[in-house]
């Protein structure tokens, strides 16, 4: 099996739930994980391997909850499939604004009566697409008071995290830095 690097995401981190980021390296490195990174202390890292992606996710899943009692979502996505993402946007004008423009990676196909219903919530400018396991929100009034992001979560109906656009550029580049 030839390398692969992977942006892996951890699913709420944040606020009261830390994972600390110089650790995380270290204990990453222990497993044999390559060319490690971490970007911003909200749940985020790039590793490179000739793991599978479910053997790399159970290791990672398994060091954070033995080392920092970390018990939540991981997702791993590989550097070629994170270039689609960034290639498949479906709003490329909501780029100009970068923090208003959310990808959430989704566990799984969302109902499309759910997602229906999400894009009734929309308002104003808001919207929402799926493409793939991706969902795209744009918020131009600002995630935090936009109703849509506010239901989003517990509407989608099936496990996610997101990021906005700019975090999604900037692991894109160090995935690109990783190769």
């Known amino acids: 099996m030839s390398d692969t690097v992977y942006i892996v995401l951890f699913r709420g981190v944040g606020g009261k739930t830390q994972l600390p980021t110089a650790p995380l390296r ?4 222990e497993a044999g994980f390559r060319n490690i990174a971490t970007y911003i202390n909200s749940g985020n890292a790039l590793v490179k391997t000739r793991k599978s992606r479910a053997t790399a996710a159970k290791e990672i899943a ?11 979502d ?14 498949n946007n479906p709003f490329p004008d909501a780029t100009e604004t970068p923090k208003f423009l959310h990808a959430a990676w989704l566990a799984d196909a969302p109902d499309p009566a759910r997602l ?3 894009q009734d919530i929309a308002q104003g400018r808001d919207r929402i697409e799926v493409v ?6 744009h ?7 936009s109703k849509l992001a506010e239901r989003f979560d517990k509407g989608i109906g099936v496990p ?6 700019n975090t999604v550029l900037k692991l894109a580049e160090l995935a690109c830095a990783n190769n």
Do not use: M
């Not at 270290?26 to 490195?29: G, T």
């Not at 991981?74 to 290639?87: K, N, Q």
């Not at 918020?139 to 008071?145: C, S």
């Open 26 to 29: 270290e204990k990453l490195a």
């Open 62 to 72: 398994a060091i954070c909850k033995r080392e920092f009692g970390f018990e939540k």
């Open 74 to 87: 991981i997702y791993l996505i590989s550097a070629a499939e994170w270039d689609a993402v960034i290639a």
């Open 116 to 118: 229906k219903a999400l």
């Open 132 to 137: 793939g396991n991706v969902a795209y929100l």
């Open 139 to 145: 918020t131009p009034a600002g995630f935090g008071t």
């Open 160 to 165: 996610n995290t997101a990021r906005n656009w």
